[in-house]
């Protein structure tokens, strides 16, 4: 069955700093991918997504994400953080029925 | 609607109470989700809707769980004899389903901002 794994539960960075968040999917076929951010007390926020085509994914709030097969990896990252990016991400896949599988989360601290 | 949108926002109960929260999706989406968002759990998958019909609802915890659509529009997920460990985010998300998904531009998932429910 399709799923993601978010192996850091828990990370800080510096305001300023680069961000990577990681996140590896397990799927034969080419996955539907998705980052999800969630801001304290607010409801999920669409990030970015990824269905085929580039492998290199723009999204909103100046995230990207990579796409790497070989790797079996959809890692989100940011150049530059800024205090409001402080928050949970979530990382998921899709089934045949579109039903969203997530992963556990990471939550990210941003520190003066 | 412009987004999703999910009453009540917020819901204190009694334990042993039932209880009934309801999703209003975008128009024109007839795949709809209900998620739980427990404290530690991470987001847990419950039931999906394609129009009024339910293909997947593997993910109720138990039989005191129950949802239903009517006129492939608005969702009610009902709880009865809600227990303490019932408490939780309850989230609904609607997207058209991936067979009516025509371009990667028209595929995703808008999330309401959820009920959060407290059983004393």
């Known amino acids: 069955a399709q799923s993601v794994t978010q192996p850091d539960i828990h990370i800080t960075v510096s305001e300023g700093a680069s961000l990577e968040l990681r996140c590896n999917y397990s799927y034969g076929a080419t996955p539907y991918l998705f980052w999800y951010v969630q801001s304290p007390g607010q409801g999920l926020q669409l990030l970015l997504k990824?269905?085929?085509?580039?492998?290199l994914v723009q999204g909103i709030k100046g995230f990207e994400a990579e796409f790497k097969r070989s790797q079996s990896s959809f890692n989100l990252r940011k150049p530059s953080v800024h205090w409001s990016d402080a928050a949970e991400y979530f990382c998921?896949?899709?089934?045949?029925?579109?039903?969203?599988?997530f992963g556990a989360g990471t939550q990210v601290v941003v520190t003066p | 609607g412009a987004g999703v949108s999910q009453s009540p926002s917020n819901k204190v109960t009694e334990k042993g109470k039932d209880v009934e929260l309801r999703c209003d999706p975008i128009?024109?989406?007839?795949?709809l989700y209900w998620y739980r968002q427990s404290l530690g759990q991470g987001l847990e998958f419950l039931i999906y809707?394609?129009?009024?019909?339910?293909?997947?609802k593997s993910g109720l915890p138990s039989d005191r769980f129950s949802a239903e659509r009517t006129g492939g529009s608005v969702s009610t997920l009902t709880i009865q004899r809600t227990q303490q460990e019932d408490s939780a985010v309850y989230l609904c998300?609607?997207?058209?389903?991936?067979?009516?998904?025509?371009?990667?531009?028209?595929?995703?998932?808008?999330f309401g901002s959820g009920t959060r429910l407290t059983v004393v």
């Open positions: 998300a609607s997207s058209f389903p991936p067979g009516q998904v025509v371009s990667q531009a028209n595929y995703g998932y808008t």
């Open positions: 809707f394609q129009g009024n019909s339910a293909p997947d």
């Open positions: 998921a896949t899709t089934d045949s029925w579109g039903k969203l599988q």
């Open positions: 128009s024109g989406h007839t795949a």
């Open positions: 990824y269905f085929s085509g580039d492998t």
